[in-house]
């Protein structure tokens, strides 16, 4: 099954998926069984239910136990469908398998490749269908030059339902379900300027990006200085889970952190949030111990990281007696007011957190950041800010820092 | 004519109003004449037609000419109207002299008494005109704690059109006009939260608030040490103008200056503004000179003063391709980006004027600022950054600066 069953696998990837069908009704222990035979390097995972995963002679093998079923519709778990993928694909794919690769590899390279949680960009199922749908590579390019969010693609023209997603592509074998739901917004349309830009000046470095290299010291001293503005870097232990896992956790935990930090007061510019796993055969010293899982890192940038001292409240309208008494005299004491501003109440106090830095430590650990962040957190963490972040000295942390400045997302 | 005439005048106002009347048709100038000869200390001034001010042992006489019409409907001049009111208020005030009066000081105590547009509040004929509504003092009170905005008031029932204003009560001599036209959203409101605590907990100092002292330099900086913000003054000369004239080109330009520096980030907190009048005798020294007419002082209360040099800039949608494009390259050298937020293109580049000092002076010059202000700024003005609005030492301004720290509209 997958791409390498049907010619269209990248190069560089040595992913194999090895599917074990048995009758419905069966058991998929025996097939379970046979999975654990083919190479003596494996390991048990489990996704909706057990597989195999093995090295063989340098390629990654899935060895996935399914159920063979009659209908896509009535498939028991969701990788009973990829059969029926891979025969609609096939059957379709015979002469344009080139044209899949380049629309992969373009994908690849502007970042928006792969529908697992940390990407959720374009899975290769959707790549394939995109090119059947528009002929050719080019022709996706300028098919999606037109997208607009709610785009409907539907290539068996039987679609079953609504969907929410930017994108809607109604999976040809089963029209309830949409092939692009882990899509979002913006890696869409990341990829509909880069096809507008690259239909107007095609460029091999779409397909293959010159690599951002990491930040020295000096260089994180001046971009930081041509900013001017706050950073501060949270740092904690990652949990021992995989990928799938972590990012949502990830992208939960920074907006728990960003939305903490706007109520307050301090004006977000921009964030980011990585996993920076620890090479493999190294140990890391220091900080933050007890975990070898590597670090969680929410970065956030902030216009100032010193808010004044005053803090303006704005009440309910003055017309609104009962709320405006409760208002007036739930501040008993403020620095001035109460006063009107176009007809409502507005009352100024003494602010309780000044400093982004003493918020964060008062509050973060009871921020909701997911299952398995959240108890990590709260058994220690680090907060680098300003030039502190020179402490971080690992190669992926500056590459990180290195993209983050740049921002420039291949548009 | 006026209170004076129907005994609705509050001690210490020494104004008298004289009309007058000639027949519709007739020339105004006789009248003007027999105006000039009333007393040997006098003025002529001009509102919609010329007028005699006289000082009279004591009491600052108003001597205006004015035409007696049929019907209040059918005036000349503004002035025609003051007999129908007179006569109006006189047939229906007898025996609640004493709660005009009342009403009167109490406005006059909380800061909303007097329509002219430095104050935007309730004019006498309108406190009058409430009492007749609402029967007494306490009773307008009672009343006005349940207005919302939009409250009409028609004593005569002939309400001819619609108004805008906040507050509508019907000229019952002239059913198109809006006696509380000039009564401006908050001043309304303050009157009306004043009224809701005076019924519950009645106190003499709403007729009589205590005076706020000026501020001595240390109790300045400890004010501003409490609020940590950044307060800045602009200073310039005063035209020669009255105070009708003045205070809405104060407010346009107060309005102006605050929307330059929101426009180019700096977040502004609260802002007041106001004319300060050199005491008579005295020659002011000084930084402005070429004016005897005081100065014009407008503060902005900001957030902080300087602001990080990166600055975000959000464009279009990507998905409208030609704004997109026009966008990225209208920002050949950003700082960051171009890259996607929810689907709209960011940009990030160096902000031009980081400090809002050097914003004011680059720009301050070219604002709207008014007819009679323009160009006395742009004749000279000065700015006052933190520590140096000590340098600015007249106790109209230590008051000014006492009463917007404490900002307690008497609700």
Redesign the interface.
Known sequence: MGSAARSTWLSGDHDLDIFIGVSEGSSLLPALEIARLVAPDFEERYAEHAYVHARFEGFELDLVPCYLVEDASRIISAVDRTPFHSRYVSARIKGIEGEVLLLKQFMKGIGVYGSELKVRGFSGYLAELLTIRYGSFLGVLEGA?Q???GEVIDLAGHSSRDHEE?LVVVDPVDPGRNVAAALD??RM??F??AS?LFSKEPDLEFFFPKAIPPLSDKELLEEMA?????IIVLEFAAPDQVEDVIFPQLRKAQQSVCSLLDRNGFSV??SDADWHRPPPAEVRDGEISGSNFGSIRILIEL??AV????E?RFGP???E?EH??KF?SSHPEP?????????R?VI?V?RKF?RARELLQSRVASLSLGRHLGPELRRGYKIYGGEEILEIGDLEFRAFMARY?????R?
């Open positions: 030059a997208w607009r969010p930017p917004l913006d349309f990341q509909v300027i507008r041509k900013r001017k503005s706050s510019l921009r216009e100032t808010l004044p001292r005053v303006k309208p003055a017309w007696a405006a008494n007036v620095l001035s007011g109460p006063y009107l501003e176009e007809g109440l100024e003494a000044v400045f740049s921002a420039r997302c548009i």
